[in-house]
Structures are given as C-alpha cells and as structure tokens.
C-alpha cells in the first residue's frame, strides 16, 4: 500500500504527460520535415538554409541538453525524491553492483522510504 500510494501519484502523470509528449513531438517533427521537403522542392536554396539551420541547431543542443537533463533531475528531487533516488539507482546499477556497494544504497532507499 505505501509503494503505490507514493507511485500511484507519479504514474498518473506518466501515463497523462507521455503520451501528449509523444504527440506534440510527432506533430512538430512531421512539420517540419513537410515544410523542408515543400521548400527543397519549390525553392532549392532553401535546403541549404535548412541543413545549416540543423547543424546550428544540432551545436545549441550539445550545450544545452546537458544543462536541461541537470534542471529536469533537479526537479524530479524536488517533486518526488523517491522516484528520483530510485531512478538514479538504477542508472548507476552497473556501477554500484561493480564495487559492491548494493547494501549501502538499499539501507538508503529504505530510509528514504520511512521519511
């Protein structure tokens, strides 16, 4: 009972956010991959400005994407640091199995757990 009454909240939200994610990101992306073909096709030149226009777009990113996964983890603490930990447990799985630190990050999710 106490899992899903600390999950139940954030499943929620996954299962209303994911999927109009999903489709603001489907729709945006068809866009602009039909406006690029309709100006490759009428105007030429315009795949130019549409390649360079990606590849400033593509530098951008590299610079902020780092700083936009940080403010989302950021966030996730903020909102729910169960899932939060959780999560990040399961990202360094690999790492926590290899020097054998399983124990330490249990007790700390299972604090975690007991407010």
Aim: hydrophobic share 55%.
């Amino acid at each position: 009972g106490r899992v899903l009454n600390r999950f139940g909240n954030d499943v929620m939200l996954m299962d209303i956010m994911l999927p109009m994610l999903f489709q603001m990101w489907s729709l945006l992306f068809f866009r602009v991959l039909i406006v690029i073909i309709v100006a490759g096709i009428t105007a030429p030149p315009a795949l130019l400005l549409s390649v360079i226009l990606l590849v400033t777009t593509k530098v951008i990113y590299q610079y902020y994407g780092a700083i936009a996964l940080e403010v989302t983890r950021v966030q996730m603490m903020a909102l729910s640091p169960l899932l939060a930990a959780q999560s990040s447990f399961l990202g360094a799985l690999d790492s926590i199995r290899c020097f054998d630190r399983v124990d330490v990050f249990v007790r700390r999710f299972h604090t975690m757990q007991g407010d």
